[in-house]
Structures are given as C-alpha cells and as structure tokens.
C-alpha cells in the first residue's frame, strides 16, 4: 500500500479519479526506481548562489543544475542548526519532538536508534544500494560512546545505510578523523584515537594555550585541541596516521560519493552526500584559493559548487541522468562569522549571505530555515521555478511513494508525501511548515503569513551577529508583502494569530510513537 496524502487540498468529487490516476502514476514510478542523490550542504544561505540571484559569487555548476531543474524559492529545513535538521531529514520527524536533538558533542552516542525507519532504511526495503558520504552529526556508538579503536555499532549502517564514509560529527569538533562503515580509516593500532569532550586530554598542544600554533584562531569557542594548524571543540589525542587534512575533505569525500555511484551505476541507488561546506572551519582546497574574492567563506561555496558539478558529472558520464532525481539543498540558513576569524566579515562587500530573508543560522527568521532547494531529474522534471511551500520533513514520504513503499503508521510520523510538489507536477500538498530555532522556539508559516512564538531570550545572537528572532511579544509577518520580516502586524491580524496559535498547538501535541 502506498500512503498518499490525503489530508489537503482534495477536491470534493473528484477523490476517486484522483486517486487512481496517483496509483497508476505511482506504479509506473515505482517500476522506474530512479536513483536518489541528496546533496545536503553545511551553512549554505539562501542568497549564497548564483541562481538564487547572488550577482556576487559564482556558482556554475549549482545554477547549471537549476537551468535543467526546478528551483524553489519556498522549501525549508526543519530547524536552524544541524543536528536536528538532519534527524528530521533522515527520520521524517520533527526533532523538537525528541530530547536530546541539539546540536551534538563530537562524541555523543547514536541518536537515531539501530532498527528505526529511515529514509535509507525504506529505500533499501525498496531494493535501492543506500550510502551516506559526509558530515553525519547525528551520533555513533552507544551510550557508552562510540569505539573509535574498534568496532563502530549504532552507526548509519544499522538504520538502513549499506554504506557510510563519515566526518562523524563536524568539521570543527574532534575527533578529526573518517569513519568507513565501522572503522576508523587509517588507524594505527598504537596510537589509539582518544576523545574527551568533559576533561581536558593535553597530550597535543590546544589554541587556547598555544596561538602561536595556529593557522586560522578562534574568533569565539574553538580553542582545544590543534589538529592541522586549528583549534577545534573537544580534545582528542592519537590517531595520527588517521587526522584528516581540512583542506583535502572535499577531494576526499567527493571522490568516495563519485565513487558509490560508479559502484552502483547498475541498480537504484540512494546517495546522502552531506559536504562538509561551508561550516568552519572554512579550508577549501588550494585551487579555490581566492576564487570569490570573499575569502575562505565564498571559496568554500565555489569549492561546494565543484562538488555538485563531480556529481553532476558522474552522473551524465554513466548515462544516468534520465533516471537520477538529484536534489541540492542545506542543513541550516548562513553564518558569517561562526567562530573562526577568517576575515570573512570583512571581505562579505554587497554579498548578502540569506539573500533577502532576515536572519540566518541559529534564527527563527527566515534566514535560519528557508533554503536553497534545487530539484533536477532530466526529461522527468520540467525545468523553470516553483514558488510551491515544500519542507524537508517530506522527503522521506515523497521517496516512499515515488519507490512505492508503505510507511507504516507511527513511523515518520510528521513526513507527507508531497511528490508531486517535488517533482513539479502539481501544487504542493502541503498548507503550512514549521521552523525550529536553535533556542527550541517554533514559528509556523502558513499561506502569506508567518507566525513567531513569543518568548524570552536575547534579539541579537552577539557572537555571530545575527538577529534571533526571539520577542516576548507575538510576531506575524506579511511574507507577501515583506519577506524580510521588518514590519510585525500581529496587532492588526489578531484572527490570523489566534489561528496560527492554535494551529502550531495542535501540530506539537500530535501523537507521535
Ligand atoms: C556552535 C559552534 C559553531 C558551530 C555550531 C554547529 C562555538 C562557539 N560555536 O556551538 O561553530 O559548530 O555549533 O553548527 O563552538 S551546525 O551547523 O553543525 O549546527
Ligand atoms: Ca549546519
């Protein structure tokens, strides 16, 4: 059974022929079992690509991708941080419904349990090879922590993912090393990896008391351990042989998903490739080197955007892409300065990192969670723009009805299928979404309007400039008339609060497994 949803927009009268002409649509979809590739990138804003109308940085490869596909001006992530945009993306639930989805320690143990439904894990019920190349941030190991010496259990490999190659947490957390399906890459039996995030481990030199040291200093936080000339969160000792190098991640991470898909070109295949661009610490390759004029922040997108074009590549190359549905979108809105001096404050010129939207990362503006989110599947989906409301919460739904797979009741429970809106065939099916801030703050928008949940907390984020959103009174925005959300006109549209407000109550105590 396919679950269709049928919770919006139906038309009385004509369910019955709606219906049948979703199965039969959805069967010859599901015979087809296209390829998947999610290119999920780290901080990217809604204005750091061409496409997205940045006349300040360069990114051919991206808008190339949108020429031949569908651009969303109106599809968001799930929360405004990392962590839990991920755990939403892969489990079709909304992190806020779950402790423990902060932003999490480079050693924090599994966060999505062995044996639970995933978007991986339905796509390989559906007979699809499924692999996750990049940042995880999503926990391994048990609540032990993870055995970064041994065997690695409660990875990506125990909740549907045939194959993982990952930077475990971020790229600014230790333990600065890759793991390969269950073992730590290149490890050397004597020289165990060791990782502390409680008590200090002062084998190796941190920033904090060795600047001097440094090849790029903190601007706030990241001052322990030193690996590669930079100071990172947490301390760790050992593991020499398997350091990663900053500026050879993306070499590194793009030639293993180029080369999942190589291995998989004969069979449907799932690819999560989360890059490691553009978080800090911002180390792009040399050749990206002064590419943007921005400094390592816009070198970092160019070094992204070179990235999207090796799959790209790949793709075209192995004949695939009439049956690849590739996907391009981000984590979390943008940050300047995220706590590495960088100088990309001070070379950022008339770029505008969130393009129109107020806020960026951490914010519950649009900034935090409205994205870059570029559908592409040649011959399959018609090229232009979709100004269609689209969540990432729906991803997982969407794959299951387009692999045709069922998701049981309880499982996922706040993913809907919204396929059509996807792939550009249909208005969207789904009436409002829900924005997450770093503070835990919810905000819905529904139609023009969105609604901020009033409450306490700083308006400006000081150590990475950016307004919060956070106003012990209730906020509504006109996001027709002002996207960038500078006038509240709650006062005048006490109906479309109270709506709202009732609105995002009923979603938050929605039963859930
Ligand atoms: C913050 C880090 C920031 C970044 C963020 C997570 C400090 C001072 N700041 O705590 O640099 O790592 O966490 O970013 O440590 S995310 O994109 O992975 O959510
Ligand atoms: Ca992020």
Redesign the pocket.
């Known amino acids: 059974m396919i679950r269709i949803n049928l919770n919006h927009k139906i038309i009385p009268g004509t369910l019955g022929i709606l219906s049948l002409a979703v199965t039969a649509c959805v069967n010859e979809k599901a015979e087809e079992k296209p390829n998947i590739v999610i290119i999920y990138a780290?901080?990217l804003g809604y204005g750091d690509v061409g496409c997205y109308s940045s006349n300040t940085l360069i990114t051919p490869n991206i808008d190339l991708l949108a020429y031949h596909g569908l651009r969303f001006t109106n599809a968001y992530c799930t929360s405004a941080?990392?962590t839990p945009?991920r755990y939403s993306l892969l489990t079709g639930e909304y992190a806020w419904r779950k402790a423990g989805t902060g932003v999490a320690r480079g050693d924090a143990s599994a966060i999505i349990a062995p044996g639970r439904t995933t978007m991986a894990s339905v796509l390989k019920k559906a007979g699809y090879s499924t692999g996750v190349v990049g940042k995880w941030h999503l926990g391994l190991g048990p609540s032990s922590g993870a055995d970064w010496n041994g065997e690695i259990t409660h990875s990506p490999l125990d909740i549907g993912f045939d194959y993982s190659f990952l930077i475990p947490a971020t790229g600014d957390r230790v333990p600065c090393v890759y793991v390969e399906n269950r073992r730590v890459v290149r490890l050397d039996p004597n020289d165990p990896v060791k990782v502390s995030f409680t008590d200090p481990i002062l084998v190796e030199p941190t920033g904090k008391d060795h600047p001097e040291l440094l090849k790029m200093h903190p601007s706030h936080g990241h001052d322990m351990t030193i690996v590669n000339g930079v100071s990172r969160i947490g301390w760790m000792s050992g593991g020499k042989s398997a350091l990663w190098v900053d500026e050879d991640m993306a070499d590194t991470i793009t030639a293993r998903a180029v080369k999942f898909i190589e291995h998989n070109r004969n069979n449907p295949f799932f690819l999560y490739f989360a890059t490691h661009d553009i978080?800090v610490p911002r180390l792009p390759h040399k050749r990206f080197e002064g590419k943007s004029g921005m400094g390592p922040r816009g070198d970092a997108i160019v070094e992204f955007d070179w990235s999207v074009g090796e799959i790209m590549k790949t793709i075209d190359r192995l004949g695939l892409a009439e049956k690849t549905l590739i996907i391009v979108t981000?984590?979390?809105g943008p940050v300047v300065d995220d706590g590495y001096i960088d100088q990309a404050v001070e070379l950022l010129g008339n770029h505008k990192p969130a393009g129109k939207l107020r806020g960026g990362?951490y914010s519950s503006f649009d900034g935090g969670t409205r994205v870059v989110f570029i559908t592409s599947m040649e011959g399959k989906i018609k090229p232009g723009r979709s100004d269609e409301l689209f969540s990432q919460i729906d991803l997982l739904a969407s794959f299951a009805e387009l692999t045709g797979q069922s998701v049981a009741d309880g499982d996922a429970p706040d993913s809907r299928s919204n396929l059509s809106a996807l792939l550009g065939k249909s208005p969207s099916s789904r009436e409002w979404v829900v924005e997450h801030a770093v503070n835990g703050r919810l905000s819905i928008v529904k139609d023009q309007w969105k609604y901020i949940e009033p409450g306490p907390g700083e308006k400006l984020y000081k150590h990475v400039n950016i307004e919060s959103g956070n106003d012990p009174i209730t906020q509504l925005f006109n996001m027709k008339t002002d996207i960038g959300e500078t006038k509240n006109v709650a006062v005048d549209n006490p109906l479309i609060v109270n709506e709202l407000t009732q609105l995002l109550d009923k979603i938050k105590n929605s039963e859930t497994p």
């Open positions: 780290d901080d941080t990392s945009s978080h981000s984590d979390n990362k």
